[in-house]
């Protein structure tokens, strides 16, 4: 049995005379009906209270004066709430839709509770030609002030909200001809799917229009231009009002810094006008964040003078300028690099090269797949999108579920080949690791970050570390990477692929050429092993510092994982086991 309770709303404002019509087609469906006299005169009052005398189930509220039909649903809303109500049903007083449409918007309620259902209309000839192009008008601005094509249709009255959510973004809207568009880009905003039905629209010859030429196209304009700079004010600041991360939280559990919305804005900005300018708009966005992100803030300060140390220590030269702004500016041109790559705009042989000795490295027998270690030095994805899209191996990426789901959010919009041959890391199994084994037989190259400590949540050994030293302190890996290699028994490789002017360099590392470990063993492998990484890593960062994009204390930490995994701080050379062991290394997989 549905959990959803469904009341019909309608609004009405001079449409007395058809509005005995419009109740009896909707009285097959047995819903609770509320209509709304908005400040009808006398005559309309006389015409709605002969409307609603075969129905007396009907409850009908009043406003003394007209207050526009967003006032009315408002109205209307609250009182479904008041009744408790799930989700109201708007149908305009004016007959122009076809309630045939109904049930399959109510079929997609029960499937989608949270989504807003929409009528997509569908006009026959008796449409006038300026109403139609004034919808396109509006079509226009709402792709723009969501980022999306998703809201395909945004001011047809027949529609299915779900409550309370609907009622709250209703008295944020305006109260006329405006209300339902601005209520639908609203919802869109917090989150809420849009579906759409189509529905067979009329505009009959003796029929009544409430659209008021000059004043609705006005309170229409003023309505587009409030929500596109609310929508600019959004891409700006509220990815940078959310909760700062407390003391001791984990990486994972950091804020967004930048909203889906905010990233599609930028992509959109390169895909319409180009590189020049998502470059240019990119410094105002970047300046905010580095006015507003004071943790990541200070993790970039703090890792600039720990290379600027370490850099002094081992015979390099002085770092010149450290800048955290130049940092951070660096980390957002990767989300043009991560589409741009994919969308074939960054080429393997042009944009991109490998350093050399690198692609020898990559020259192994087809048949031999190899486990890649990377990290968040450099750009991840534009190693596998160059890689892979220059056929020289395909890439299977190992991805934690949270950031897979986030990743895919916006990859999946602008570069759909992205968000193949992506896995959801959640345990190391007897199941991903048959799977593996037999990508790894097809030449594959199996993709891990090797650099951070294991998603809050995710049980096995990610969530086990071994610490290292890297740049000069002791710090903190998850033991996953490096106890994979020993469950895969293959050759493990590393990769980073880091900015150098206008180009980005690949550069590839082979750091095992065979893995054959007793059990005995495993132990110290997996510390060389994880030690060997952390060298390169240190190695790249020290010449590449505005490449390392881990915007937290890296030195910290063990003292981040959530408990009850909380680890203290390990001398090097020390593996931290505060987990069982994984299922895998009890299973066939991970005998010797």
């Not at 970039?300 to 850099?311: I, T």
């Not at 030449?443 to 891990?448: D, H, K, R, T, V």
């Amino acid at each position: 049995m549905s959990a959803n309770s469904y009341c019909i709303v309608i609004p009405c404002y001079r449409h007395g005379s058809v509005l005995g019509q419009v109740l009896s087609e909707l009285q097959p469906f047995a819903l609770p009906i509320i209509v709304v006299d908005d400040g009808n005169d006398e005559a309309e009052q006389a015409l709605i209270k002969a409307a609603l005398a075969p129905f007396p189930e009907v409850i009908l509220l009043k406003h003394e004066h007209n207050s526009g039909k967003g006032a009315a649903l408002v109205t209307a809303m609250s009182k479904a709430q008041e009744l408790g109500f799930t989700h109201v049903i708007q149908i305009d007083a004016d007959g122009q839709h076809d309630l045939a449409a109904l049930p399959q918007m109510l079929e997609l309620a029960e499937q989608e509770p949270n989504a807003l259902i929409s009528g997509l209309p569908q006009y026959d000839d008796s449409i006038p030609k300026g109403r139609l192009i004034g919808r396109y008008i509006t079509h226009f601005w709402v792709w723009i002030e969501t980022m999306s094509f998703e809201i395909k249709d945004s001011m047809c009255g027949m529609r299915i909200y779900p409550l309370p959510d609907s009622l709250t973004c209703s008295r944020h809207s305006g109260h006329y001809m405006d209300y339902d568009t601005e209520v639908m880009v609203r919802l869109y905003w917090q989150g809420h799917p849009v579906r759409f039905v189509p529905v067979k629209v009329i505009y009959p010859k003796d029929g009544h229009s409430n659209f008021r030429m000059f004043e609705d196209n006005v309170k229409i304009s003023l309505m587009h231009t409030r929500l596109v700079a609310q929508g600019l004010l959004r891409l700006i600041t509220k990815p940078f009002t959310k909760q700062q991360r407390s003391a001791g939280a984990h990486w994972a559990q950091e804020p967004e810094r930048m909203g889906l919305w905010g990233m599609k804005f930028m992509i959109w900005t390169y895909q319409l006008l180009g590189l020049r300018a998502f470059k240019l708009l990119l410094y105002p966005v970047i300046a905010v964040f580095y006015c507003t992100a004071r943790p990541q803030r200070a993790a970039s300060a703090q890792f600039l003078q720990v290379v600027r140390k370490r850099r002094r220590a081992t015979g390099l030269s002085d770092l010149r300028d450290p800048s955290v702004f130049t940092h951070f500016y660096n980390f957002g041109l990767t989300l043009l690099d991560k589409v741009a790559t994919w969308q074939g705009d960054i080429k393997l042989g042009q944009e991109a090269v490998f350093a050399r000795g690198s692609a020898e490295v990559m020259n192994y027998p087809q048949a031999e797949g190899r486990l890649l270690l990377v990290s968040h030095l450099g750009d991840i994805e534009l190693c596998r999108a160059l890689v892979t899209a220059g056929k020289i191996r395909q890439v299977t990426a190992l991805v934690f579920h949270e950031n897979a789901q986030r990743f895919a959010a916006i990859m999946k919009t602008f570069a759909p080949k992205s968000t193949v041959n992506l896995i959801a890391l959640k345990d190391f199994g007897p199941e991903l690791m048959i799977e593996l084994k037999e990508r790894l037989d097809h030449g594959e190259l199996i993709a891990i970050a090797a650099d951070r400590l294991a998603v809050p949540g995710v049980s096995s050994a990610t969530a086990r570390t071994v610490t290292v030293d890297f740049m000069g302190r002791p710090a903190s890996l998850a033991q996953g990477p490096f106890i994979l290699a020993t469950l895969l028994k293959c050759p493990v490789m590393a990769m980073f692929a880091l900015r150098e002017g206008d180009k980005r360099v690949i550069y590839a590392h082979e750091l095992r050429s065979e893995v054959k470990v007793a059990r005995s063993e495993r132990s110290a492998f997996i510390q060389a092993l994880a030690q060997d990484f952390a060298k390169l890593l240190e190695q790249h960062a020290l010449t590449h510092p505005y490449d390392w994009f881990n915007f937290f204390d890296f030195w910290q930490q063990d003292q981040a994982s959530p408990k009850p995994d909380q680890v203290s701080p390990q001398q090097p050379g020390t593996l931290t086991q505060n987990q069982p062991n994984i299922t895998s290394e009890d299973s066939n997989h991970g005998q010797n």
